[in-house]
């Protein structure tokens, strides 16, 4: 399990380091760091508890819940392209909330 933990630690660093420090549009790195990062995170075991799994998820369903019909661009971009700022920052902030938690779990050594 710590493994994976590293992994999620590994990938959640990456993905804050983004979001941190590119002069993109916050919605151009959100997408980004989905694409980058955050498809592996969801793979079977990576994510150690339910609950983790579940605001991992619900940052995604939020990232992914406006597609636009008949759009090839895909429910990412379809629904970064309609996001206004303060949605874009909320879901920042709880990419930046889950990665505090996983960290405080790695560096307290949990097993989970």
Same mark, same amino acid.
């Given at each position: 399990m710590t493994i994976n933990l590293d992994y999620a630690s590994e990938? &959640? $660093? =990456?993905?804050?380091?983004? !979001?941190? $420090?590119?002069?993109a549009s916050l919605q151009d790195r959100l997408s980004f760091v989905c694409k980058r990062d955050f498809h592996t995170l969801d793979r079977g075991g990576i994510l150690p508890t339910k609950e983790f799994k579940e605001r991992f998820s619900d940052i995604v369903t939020r !990232? $992914? #819940?406006n597609p636009i019909p008949g759009s090839n661009a895909g429910s990412l971009q379809d629904t970064l392209s309609q996001m206004d700022n303060r949605e874009a @920052? #909320?879901?920042? @902030?709880?990419?930046?909330? !889950?990665?505090? @938690?996983? @960290? =405080? +779990?790695? &560096?307290?050594?949990? +097993?989970?």
């Amino acid at each position: 399990m710590t493994i994976n933990l590293d992994y999620a630690s590994e990938k &959640m $660093t =990456s993905a804050i380091r983004a !979001l941190a $420090t590119s002069s993109a549009s916050l919605q151009d790195r959100l997408s980004f760091v989905c694409k980058r990062d955050f498809h592996t995170l969801d793979r079977g075991g990576i994510l150690p508890t339910k609950e983790f799994k579940e605001r991992f998820s619900d940052i995604v369903t939020r !990232l $992914t #819940a406006n597609p636009i019909p008949g759009s090839n661009a895909g429910s990412l971009q379809d629904t970064l392209s309609q996001m206004d700022n303060r949605e874009a @920052e #909320a879901i920042a @902030e709880a990419i930046f909330d !889950l990665y505090r @938690e996983i @960290e =405080s +779990h790695r &560096m307290e050594g949990s +097993h989970l």
